[in-house]
């Protein structure tokens, strides 16, 4: 069991005048792991409030995974990419790829996605997008191997090899 968060970048939902939809989505498929959804906020698109929650997850939340909706796109508010690149130590490109290469099958507008994926510490984030269709697209693509990915980053395995 991994513990996870949920970090939603809206400024209407930081305001309460939009609901965030996509983070449920993300609970429904975190429950199906079996996973723990330990953290939850919902945060303005501002890029110091991105990276300062980042890290406050990570360095004291002791979470193992964070998943971000939102802010991704092409917008003037869309800053989490670059405020998950300020705080991450490693990039793990091949997530945002894949989530990327099954969004396009659906829509042509997946290559406007900026999401990355990245580690700090022993904590993997991944950016998702604000559409709950979209958080659940991304996410089933990614689900599969995220276990392994997981038990390794956190040193639960050791072994990447399969016996």
Known sequence: MFNVAILTMSDKGARGEREDRSAGVIRELMAQQGWTVAGYRVIPDDYDTIVESLIDLVDRGQHDLILTTGGTGFGPRDNTPEATRAVIHREAPGLAEAMRLESLKKTNRAMLSRAVAGIRHRTLIINLPGSPKG???????????????????TGRAVECGKP
Do not use: D, K, M
């Not at 958080?135 to 980053?153: K, S, T």
């Open 135 to 153: 958080v659940r697209e991304c996410l089933e693509a990614v689900l599969p191997a995220l276990p392994h990915g997981l038990e390794i980053l």
